[in-house]
């Protein structure tokens, strides 16, 4: 098996979690299957003068409980099995929060760095009229990914608007606050990682202050995470940026190495850390390690030297199958993606939510229900994980797959 396919990666997990709930092969099957899978072309107009084709997907895993619901990256190296991984992912997280949505994702193929903000504005807009037709707050509602933010999901509602001829603000989340966004949504997949931390070392007994932490990435949930996590009282001794790492055994000074990332785009030069490169700072002494920038980082190249007890998946798939398999044995706890990298989907809901009744909730009512569906989902494939006594990740799939069966057994097949 290509240990780096993030499809297969997928497939593997879920056929392990189906043995253990005994499903037969043709239930497997419809659930492995993505419902639908749409490639498009976007011919845009570059600010030279010429014309240039770029490829887009959005697949749609699976909506028996509910409108699809996932990211849109954009980036250099999207692949359709990239992107259909993420959406099946989409689905067993959503099932994990129990959450009433379905799995979606989607992708365009471009380096938004060499790109103008008129050209990445073009690229959007016809995207989105590319895929009208299955977007809609009530069958495939887009969030912001990789090289996507507020202003992504803006230049889409307004699209999708247009052609319905009415503003339609649930049609994707990640909004910016005046366009219908939700308070607390972008802090809320570093709080929910934080909160899959805590509960962690609570069934670890481990403590905060005795905590030394290592934190992959600096962005939206790296970042906001390890912000979260020193506020709490843990030492987070080293964050990573994809120019390099920084590292400070007494811990680092987060609130100002956030202010520096901020002025100077790079955390390279922070005063008070030394640089750490890339490949080594996974292999840090550190108690809990939380990869948060991108897939196939724990791998079978450099599991063997990981040190931390604890992991907690801020990414998407950041650990491969088959480091998973060498971390288990060794006893490490990985608190999955579809778990701990989940809070961003549920405020994305809360978005929805707050969108479809016109109606906005405060900060603190976000964060406190934020807070209650992290710690239920969590003490949910705590308690899967010793009934079946198998792995915090598998118990995530044995618990979301079998909530999706059980509404296709209620549903049945449509012929
Ligand atoms: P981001 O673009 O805000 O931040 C990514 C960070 O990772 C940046 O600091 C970047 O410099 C760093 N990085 C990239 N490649 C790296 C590498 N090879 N080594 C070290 N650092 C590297 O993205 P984000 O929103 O924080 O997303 C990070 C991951 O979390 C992705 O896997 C994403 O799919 C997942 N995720 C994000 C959300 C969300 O709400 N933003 C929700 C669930 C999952």
Not at 18 to 25: I, K, N, T, V
Not at 168 to 194: C, D, H, I, Q, Y
Not at 278 to 294: G, M, S
């Amino acid at each position: 098996m290509d240990e780096f396919n993030p499809f297969l990666a997928m497939a593997e997990r879920f056929e392990t979690a189906s043995d253990h709930l005994g499903l037969d092969p043709g239930v497997r099957e419809v659930l492995r299957t993505p419902d639908r899978e749409l490639t498009v072309a976007i011919p845009v107009l570059m600010d030279d003068g010429s014309i240039r084709v770029f490829k887009g997907y959005r697949v749609q895993h699976n909506f028996l409980r509910g409108p699809c619901k996932g990211g849109i990256r954009f980036a250099p190296d999207v692949h359709l099995d990239e992107v259909r991984a993420l959406a099946a992912w989409m689905t067993w997280k959503c099932s994990v929060v129990n959450i009433p949505f379905g799995g979606g994702k989607g992708g365009v193929f471009c380096n938004p760095q060499e790109l103008s903000p008129r050209e990445l504005e073009s690229i959007t807009r016809r995207y989105t009229t590319s895929i009208l037709d299955i977007l809609g707050p009530d069958r495939d509602v887009p969030a912001p990914d990789m090289n996507t933010n507020e202003q992504t999901m803006a230049w889409i509602m307004d699209t999708y608007s247009m052609h319905q001829r009415r503003t339609s603000t649930a049609v994707v989340t990640g909004k910016p606050l005046n366009l219908g966004g939700s308070r607390g949504r972008k802090e809320a997949t570093g709080r929910g990682v934080m909160i899959s931390c805590r509960e962690a070392m609570k069934v670890l007994g481990m403590r905060p202050e005795e905590t030394r932490v290592v934190v992959q990435g600096s962005g939206n949930v790296g970042g906001i995470g390890a912000l979260l996590l020193h506020r709490e009282g843990y030492k987070i001794l080293s964050l990573s940026d994809m120019f390099g790492a920084i590292y400070n055994e007494d811990g680092l000074d987060v609130p100002a190495v956030m202010s520096w990332l901020q002025e100077k785009r790079r955390l390279e030069g922070f005063p008070g850390a030394t640089a750490v490169p890339n490949n080594e700072q996974l292999l840090l002494d550190c108690d809990v390690l939380i990869p948060a920038a991108t897939e196939n980082q724990i791998t079978s190249q450099n599991v063997a030297d990981i040190k931390a007890r604890l992991i907690v998946e801020g990414a998407n798939g950041p650990t491969t199958a088959i480091a998973d398999r060498e971390l288990e044995k060794r006893g490490v706890m990985v608190i999955p993606d579809i778990l701990a990298n989940a809070g961003g989907v549920t405020v994305s809901y809360f978005e929805w939510v707050q969108d479809r009744m016109g109606y906005f909730w405060t900060e603190e009512i976000v964060n406190s229900r934020l807070e209650q569906t992290m710690v239920n989902a969590f003490d949910e494939v705590y308690a899967k994980s010793k009934e079946h006594n198998v792995s915090m990740r598998t118990a995530a799939y044995i618990l979301s797959i079998d909530r999706v069966v059980s509404v296709y057994r209620l549903r049945g097949i449509f012929a």
